[in-house]
């Protein structure tokens, strides 16, 4: 495949920044944007490689990142206010100038210098609470429960509206709940920050006892926006998938039990508690994108598990308790 350009808004964050190293191993170029609010280490290997561009910009600064779209031939669009926790922590209206409004000034920009595709991150909390416990798929009814989803799906409703005759064709991805490490790794996302919790505190406390969510390591994350930027325009123009798979499906019983054959000594207290704002229970279909795109996820939730455990263990990451490595400072299990 030829040579493409590709730009990366929030290409600092736990998904950006792997995604990076990920395109340019693959010999392209990539310009990574991002104002830095977790700080920019995750991105320093890739300094070095003539194919590598970084600006500091704010993305709901549209005249700031303009400049930096020149040639470019797709984007990755993952910058956001990611999760209920940090949406409700800065407000409907910062949420919705970050997730919404930032959404359409980089798309207006890739199609007026150009681009032909433009992938964005979306999140299958947007099926909020699956009434009949049949997996969902990319055609069932969104029902979202919390500002974060909102904001996704009012991206969605734009990117959509475009039509899959735009000369910059919209690609939608609807992630499953990450896990794993990345360069820029996060402890705010279950997997993780249960196996981070039973190793440091050796007690997990666990709300919403047996509800069903579905899981991706970031490595395979990464592997799907590949997929989706190098797909023939026919098979993805227009169109959203669910990525991940349905090996990911798990419960929360699940999860804590594999951390526990992890973490042995850990205990589990159940608590009878909701929080408003990030109800999900459901099990989602990926035979979409195994059918369009071939993607079939290579790490498994035990495997991801292991990884942060060894990471942690080793000192690898030596303060995994600092807020750099979350996307907000409440979190919720």
């Not at 794993?180 to 705010?188: E, H, I, K, L, N």
């Not at 190098?230 to 991940?244: K, M, P, S």
């Amino acid at each position: 495949m030829e040579q493409m350009h590709v730009l990366v808004t929030g290409g600092a964050g736990y998904i950006g920044s792997m995604l990076a190293g990920k395109l340019l191993r693959m010999g392209w170029r990539v310009t990574v944007l991002d104002d830095l609010l977790w700080g920019g280490e995750s991105l320093l290997p890739y300094f070095a490689d003539p194919n590598f561009r970084f600006a500091k910009v704010n993305v709901t600064e549209p005249d700031e990142a303009r400049p930096y779209f020149k040639d470019v031939d797709a984007v990755a669009h993952l910058a956001a206010i990611v999760g209920f926790p940090a949406c409700q922590q800065v407000g409907e209206q910062v949420a919705r100038l970050y997730n919404v409004e930032a959404t359409r000034y980089m798309y207006d920009i890739a199609d007026s210098v150009g681009a032909r595709r433009f992938v964005f991150a979306s999140t299958y909390s947007n099926y909020g609470i699956a009434k009949d416990g049949a997996p969902v798929d990319e055609m069932s009814p969104l029902n979202p429960q919390s500002l974060y989803a909102e904001t996704k799906i009012e991206s969605e409703q734009f990117l959509l509206e475009q039509g899959i005759d735009a000369p910059c064709a919209p690609v939608i991805l609807r992630f499953a709940t990450l896990f794993g490490v990345s360069p820029r790794t996060r402890f705010d996302l279950i997997v993780n920050q249960f196996v981070l919790e039973a190793m440091s505190k050796g007690e997990l406390i666990i709300y919403q006892r047996g509800y069903h969510r579905s899981f991706i390591h970031v490595r395979d994350t990464v592997e799907g926006i590949a997929l989706a930027l190098q797909a023939e325009r026919a098979d993805v123009a227009g169109e959203i998938f669910n990525l991940g798979s349905e090996k990911g499906n798990r419960s929360k019983d699940e999860i804590v039990e594999i951390v526990s054959q992890v973490v042995p000594s850990v205990s589990v207290r159940y608590k009878d508690l909701s929080f408003g704002g990030d109800m999900r229970d459901i099990r989602v279909s990926f035979e979409k994108v195994r059918r369009v795109l071939g993607f079939e996820p290579a790490v498994t939730v035990e495997d991801g598990v292991r990884e942060v455990y060894n990471v942690v263990r080793q000192g690898v990451i030596q303060d995994p308790w600092s807020p750099k490595y979350r996307n907000a400072t409440f979190i919720v299990q």
